[in-house]
């Protein structure tokens, strides 16, 4: 029943938008220089116009629910607006018409909100890729994009995606957690701070790993406040999601190839070319590739204190994670030269985690003591109780 009455407001919904954008078309207006508040006007008055031609019932309410849907339709991206709009979203992933998630606080669930079909979905995403220059059809059917605000935008559509048009979208936050917050969010103890603020400032060399959505970038971002203001970093990001208070900064930003297939900068390229730039550390948003080669000599030679995040679940996962990626990406060496390499250059790997109930924390603190026998020996500096709690119970049930 529930879906039928909900398939009828859709249809209603298809009905007046298709009406309302006769109306506007009817009145010639230019879009890109009318004003809202002129478009407003008209949308409100042709959803008045409709719903009295159809003498179709209708509470106050929800008649002002359908003008603001119809405003957004028209202006915004549709059903999306509501969404991108509040502050406690961070993440809204749509799989097709009829599935969108949210992710809030740490938890993701399911919203009410539905395109009327996946054609809808399409051009809701075309939309928000129209003034990017980024193409999507059957010749390119996936994405990766940035928002003008900085959020980051994937979508992928049929036939790779089998349920419809998809996407996923990080929204982006202006703000960054501070210590202090992250302290009351119970993600670090005052002791863990103290010890990351000692780590970054003694220069050592440092991972952030953890999975998806973990805090990676948010905890990369507070340790790069603790580099003493007289040095000179250089950060190297493929979307610039970091924003550190430092007098002395110089950010890169890798470049996807153009349409001609050429002009890609990649981070690699930005690692090599920072080291021409004379930093004192060289901050990685993220390694994904080849660039941990020349970041992990860089940490080697003369670059200590240089940063950046990985995606593993463990630390020691993050080790591997990294001989994999050297491995693939042409660093031919040996299993031993690896290990030396990798030994010699990473100092400590902060890892992160997040709880069931959608709790992301600092999960433990390691520091790297290579020994001859061992050249993965680590040494537990920081672990977090809630860990040990969450582990404990994990094995009775
Ligand atoms: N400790 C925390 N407690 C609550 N929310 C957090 C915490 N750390 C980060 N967040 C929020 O979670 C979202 C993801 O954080 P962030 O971008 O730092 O994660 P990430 O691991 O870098 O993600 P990705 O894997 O996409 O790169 C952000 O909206 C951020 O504000
Ligand atoms: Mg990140």
């Given at each position: 029943m529930?879906?039928?009455i909900d398939?009828?407001?859709?249809?209603l919904?298809?009905?007046?938008?298709?009406y309302?954008?006769e109306?506007?078309?009817?009145?010639?207006?230019?879009?890109?220089?009318?004003?809202?508040?002129?478009?407003?006007?008209?949308?409100?008055a042709?959803?008045?116009?409709?719903?009295?031609?159809?003498?179709?019932?209708?509470?106050?309410?929800?008649?002002?629910?359908?003008?603001?849907?119809?405003?957004?339709?028209?202006?915004?991206?549709?059903?999306?607006?509501?969404?991108l709009?509040?502050?406690?979203?961070?993440?809204i992933?749509?799989?097709?018409?009829?599935?969108?998630?949210?992710?809030?606080?740490g938890?993701?669930?399911?919203?009410?909100?539905?395109?009327?079909d996946?054609?809808?979905?399409?051009?809701v995403?075309?939309?928000?890729l129209?003034?990017?220059?980024?193409r999507?059809?059957?010749?390119?059917?996936?994405?990766?994009?940035?928002?003008p605000?900085?959020?980051?935008?994937?979508?992928?559509?049929?036939?790779?995606?089998?349920?419809?048009?998809s996407?996923?979208?990080?929204k982006?936050?202006?703000k960054h957690?501070?210590?202090a917050?992250?302290?009351?969010?119970?993600?670090?103890t005052?002791d863990?701070?103290?010890?990351l603020?000692?780590i970054v400032?003694?220069?050592?060399?440092l991972l952030?790993?953890g999975?998806?959505?973990?805090?990676k970038?948010?905890?990369l971002?507070?340790?790069?406040?603790?580099?003493?203001?007289?040095?000179?970093i250089?950060?190297?990001e493929?979307?610039?999601?970091?924003?550190?208070?430092?007098?002395?900064?110089?950010?890169?930003?890798?470049r996807?190839?153009?349409?001609?297939?050429?002009g890609?900068?990649?981070a690699?390229?930005?690692?090599?070319n920072a080291?021409?730039?004379?930093?004192?550390?060289?901050?990685?948003?993220?390694?994904?590739?080849?660039?941990?080669?020349?970041?992990l000599?860089?940490?080697?030679?003369?670059?200590?204190?240089?940063m950046?995040?990985?995606?593993a679940?463990?630390?020691k996962?993050?080790?591997i994670?990294?001989e994999?990626?050297?491995?693939?990406?042409?660093?031919d060496?040996?299993?031993?030269?690896?290990?030396r390499l990798?030994g010699?250059?990473?100092?400590?790997?902060?890892?992160?985690?997040?709880?069931?109930?959608?709790?992301?924390?600092?999960?433990?603190?390691?520091?790297?003591?290579?020994?001859?026998?061992?050249?993965?020996?680590?040494?537990?500096?920081?672990?977090?109780?809630e860990?040990?709690?969450?582990?404990?119970?994990?094995?009775?049930?």
């Amino acid at each position: 029943m529930a879906t039928r009455i909900d398939d009828e407001y859709q249809a209603l919904k298809r009905s007046v938008h298709l009406y309302v954008i006769e109306r506007l078309d009817d009145e010639g207006l230019e879009m890109d220089r009318a004003d809202r508040s002129q478009i407003t006007r008209l949308i409100q008055a042709s959803v008045d116009q409709y719903v009295a031609n159809h003498k179709i019932p209708m509470a106050s309410s929800d008649h002002a629910v359908l003008v603001r849907e119809m405003v957004d339709e028209v202006l915004g991206f549709g059903p999306l607006e509501p969404l991108l709009a509040d502050p406690q979203i961070n993440d809204i992933l749509i799989n097709g018409a009829r599935n969108v998630f949210v992710e809030i606080a740490g938890v993701l669930q399911r919203v009410q909100t539905r395109f009327v079909d996946d054609d809808h979905v399409l051009r809701v995403i075309r939309r928000i890729l129209a003034p990017l220059g980024r193409r999507l059809d059957e010749s390119s059917p996936m994405v990766d994009a940035r928002l003008p605000d900085g959020s980051r935008v994937n979508a992928i559509i049929p036939p790779i995606a089998l349920d419809g048009p998809s996407m996923s979208i990080r929204k982006f936050n202006s703000k960054h957690l501070t210590a202090a917050e992250l302290v009351n969010l119970g993600s670090m103890t005052n002791d863990c701070l103290t010890l990351l603020t000692g780590i970054v400032e003694g220069r050592r060399n440092l991972l952030v790993s953890g999975g998806t959505g973990t805090g990676k970038t948010t905890i990369l971002n507070l340790l790069s406040a603790f580099i003493p203001k007289d040095e000179r970093i250089v950060t190297i990001e493929d979307s610039a999601e970091l924003q550190l208070n430092h007098p002395h900064i110089v950010r890169l930003e890798t470049r996807p190839a153009n349409a001609e297939g050429t002009g890609r900068v990649s981070a690699r390229d930005l690692v090599v070319n920072a080291l021409r730039m004379r930093p004192d550390r060289i901050i990685v948003g993220e390694v994904r590739s080849g660039e941990i080669i020349e970041l992990l000599q860089a940490m080697n030679t003369g670059h200590e204190g240089s940063m950046s995040t990985i995606h593993a679940n463990t630390a020691k996962d993050a080790l591997i994670r990294i001989e994999t990626l050297l491995a693939v990406n042409g660093y031919d060496a040996g299993e031993q030269a690896i290990a030396r390499l990798i030994g010699s250059s990473l100092d400590v790997i902060v890892q992160l985690a997040r709880l069931p109930n959608g709790r992301r924390l600092v999960s433990e603190v390691v520091a790297l003591k290579p020994t001859k026998a061992n050249p993965y020996r680590m040494e537990t500096l920081y672990r977090s109780r809630e860990i040990e709690w969450a582990e404990l119970e994990g094995t009775d049930s």
